[in-house]
């Protein structure tokens, strides 16, 4: 009987460790699951020791103001390593405190084998880190098909699996219930946690009450709760958790930066991305200094596979109501752009495949277990 842990620290985190747990008890129905995550992990048989809504905190002045709640995740998170001495301990992104976690296995467990499902984003930014996660893990299964040559670059393995999220919206279409018309709406995504939402979803949805023709879809993020989302609402202006359909049926998008840019664009609605910077009057620089902070040229999934500016990217200084409004009127009015957007969504699609990935990487971690 092989015992696993994860540890997932966000919503999409949760969804893809989930679809991993049910692949890998699939393939070995002797299998026991724990670790830290979200109720997808706890639905698909995993035992939690912390859910992440107590985990995840972005901006600077919030980690400081969670350290003390932060330092007690550690201790949890350690405590159930050694109380439960897993076979493999699988980690899916969220950097700074899984590698922290990796550091720790290696030290306490030395038998545990340790597999980085979905790696943090190196060739983004930190590209120094791809050495940590590579000599600290028995195993690298990447989600993005230019990863394993670039970990290659540097003398290391990652094995390409599939992308998840294509995967699961290419499943999600299939269902009859999505074959729907578009309709007069926009789609706002203003993001999983809570601080992006405060600081995001004001301003996206200053922007889209100027186009009085559509109706404003709010999608509501995994573990927030609706009463959240209720002060930024006027009459009118809808709540939804189907985000799939809503962003299906809607004629154009605003979306917060993260992989709901990618799940919008294989369900095809035309969008604009958008990204909140605490102090962004201090970063008119961002742009100019871009090439020397990061090694991508742009922020989002989208415009980083299809290795231009597909969709617009506003943000910093950039994201403002005027700015947003300026590319919506463009998403609704300007045919052949929306058109030449939807050519490069099917273009970045067949580049991520449709190979199964949480099946895939479940074959390869019994594979990692079966050689000890």
Same mark, same amino acid.
């Given at each position: 009987?092989?015992?696993? @842990?994860?540890?997932?620290?966000?919503?999409?985190?949760?969804?893809?460790?989930?679809?991993?747990?049910?692949?890998?008890?699939?393939?070995?129905?002797?299998?026991?699951?724990?670790?830290?995550?979200?109720?997808?992990?706890?639905?698909?048989?995993?035992?939690?020791?912390?859910?992440?809504?107590?985990?995840?905190?972005?901006?600077?002045?919030?980690?400081?103001?969670?350290?003390?709640?932060?330092?007690?995740?550690?201790?949890?998170?350690? =405590?159930?390593?050694?109380?439960?001495?897993?076979?493999?301990?699988?980690?899916?992104?969220?950097?700074?405190?899984?590698?922290?976690?990796?550091? @720790?296995?290696?030290?306490?467990?030395?038998?545990?084998?340790?597999?980085?499902?979905?790696?943090?984003?190196?060739?983004?930014?930190?590209?120094?880190?791809?050495?940590?996660?590579?000599?600290?893990?028995?195993?690298?299964?990447?989600?993005?098909?230019?990863?394993?040559?670039?970990?290659?670059?540097?003398?290391?393995?990652?094995?390409?699996?599939?992308?998840?999220?294509?995967?699961?919206?290419?499943?999600?279409?299939?269902?009859?219930?999505?074959?729907?018309?578009?309709?007069?709406?926009?789609?706002?995504?203003? &993001?999983?946690?809570?601080?992006?939402?405060?600081?995001?979803?004001?301003?996206?949805?200053?922007?889209?009450?100027?186009?009085?023709?559509?109706?404003?879809?709010?999608?509501?993020?995994?573990?927030?709760?609706?009463?959240? /989302?209720?002060?930024?609402?006027?009459?009118?202006?809808?709540?939804?958790?189907?985000?799939?359909?809503?962003?299906?049926?809607?004629?154009?998008?605003?979306?917060?930066?993260?992989?709901?840019?990618?799940?919008?664009?294989?369900? &095809?609605?035309?969008?604009?991305?958008?990204?909140?910077?605490?102090?962004?009057?201090?970063?008119?620089?961002?742009?100019?200094?871009?090439?020397?902070?990061?090694? !991508?040229?742009? @922020?989002?999934?989208?415009? !980083?596979?299809? &290795?231009?500016?597909?969709?617009?990217?506003?943000?910093?200084?950039?994201?403002?109501?005027?700015?947003?409004?300026?590319?919506?009127?463009?998403?609704?009015?300007?045919?052949?752009?929306?058109?030449?957007?939807?050519?490069? /969504?099917?273009?970045?699609?067949?580049?991520?495949?449709? =190979?199964?990935?949480?099946?895939?990487?479940?074959?390869?971690?019994?594979?990692?277990?079966?050689?000890?």
């Amino acid at each position: 009987m092989a015992k696993y @842990f994860l540890i997932a620290g966000e919503a999409s985190g949760d969804r893809h460790a989930a679809a991993l747990i049910r692949a890998l008890h699939a393939q070995d129905p002797s299998a026991e699951f724990s670790g830290l995550g979200g109720d997808q992990m706890a639905a698909a048989g995993c035992r939690l020791y912390r859910h992440y809504r107590e985990m995840a905190f972005m901006a600077f002045v919030e980690v400081l103001r969670n350290l003390g709640r932060i330092r007690r995740n550690f201790q949890i998170a350690r =405590q159930a390593l050694l109380d439960e001495q897993p076979e493999v301990l699988i980690l899916i992104d969220y950097p700074t405190f899984n590698l922290k976690m990796a550091a @720790f296995c290696r030290r306490h467990l030395p038998h545990t084998r340790i597999v980085y499902y979905i790696p943090p984003k190196v060739w983004a930014w930190k590209r120094w880190r791809v050495h940590r996660i590579a000599r600290l893990s028995d195993l690298v299964l990447g989600i993005f098909p230019f990863e394993p040559a670039f970990y290659q670059r540097y003398g290391y393995r990652c094995e390409y699996v599939g992308n998840p999220t294509a995967e699961q919206v290419t499943e999600v279409i299939k269902n009859e219930k999505l074959k729907i018309k578009k309709s007069s709406s926009i789609a706002i995504l203003p &993001g999983s946690r809570a601080s992006e939402i405060r600081h995001c979803l004001p301003v996206m949805l200053e922007a889209a009450r100027r186009f009085t023709d559509y109706r404003i879809l709010v999608t509501a993020a995994p573990g927030i709760e609706d009463a959240y /989302y209720t002060p930024y609402l006027r009459e009118g202006e809808t709540l939804r958790r189907d985000t799939y359909t809503v962003v299906r049926e809607a004629r154009a998008a605003i979306v917060n930066s993260g992989t709901a840019t990618l799940e919008t664009a294989l369900l &095809g609605c035309p969008q604009t991305a958008v990204y909140y910077l605490a102090a962004s009057r201090l970063l008119r620089w961002i742009r100019w200094a871009q090439p020397l902070v990061f090694q !991508i040229r742009y @922020f989002t999934l989208v415009n !980083i596979l299809s &290795g231009r500016e597909t969709i617009r990217e506003l943000v910093a200084n950039d994201f403002t109501a005027d700015k947003i409004a300026a590319e919506l009127e463009r998403l609704l009015t300007d045919e052949a752009y929306t058109k030449n957007m939807l050519a490069e /969504y099917e273009h970045i699609h067949s580049l991520l495949g449709s =190979q199964p990935s949480a099946e895939t990487a479940a074959k390869q971690i019994l594979a990692l277990t079966s050689l000890r």
